[in-house]
């Protein structure tokens, strides 16, 4: 599953620079996380580097991007051009 982040997002600045995939962006009001780019971290960290460092606990699962820990794999695959 992809992430996603909610209105609770206070713009912080910190999540963006985190994400290895380059998922996160600065959106009209708040950050936005491209699900086609979010692997919840698979293939680079054992958790999201995002919601770790997000003080206001506002990045959870987007329930429209159902994934499997398998499926992120492949998907980290093709993001950084890897065989597996």
């Known amino acids: 599953m992809a992430l996603m982040i909610t ?3 206070i713009n912080c600045d ?3 620079p985190e994400c290895p995939n380059g998922a996160i962006s600065p959106g ?3 950050y936005r ?3 086609n780019s979010c692997t ?3 293939g680079h960290y054992d958790t999201p580097q995002c919601v770790e460092v ?3 606990d506002c990045i959870p699962k987007n329930p429209d991007y159902v994934e499997t820990k398998e499926s992120l794999y492949d998907k980290y695959l093709a993001l950084t051009r890897k065989t597996g």
């Open 33 to 35: 996380i491209d699900p």
């Open 7 to 9: 209105d609770d997002c």
């Open 40 to 42: 919840e971290c698979v």
């Open 54 to 56: 997000c003080p206001v």
């Open 28 to 30: 009209e009001a708040i």
């Open 14 to 16: 910190v999540c963006e």
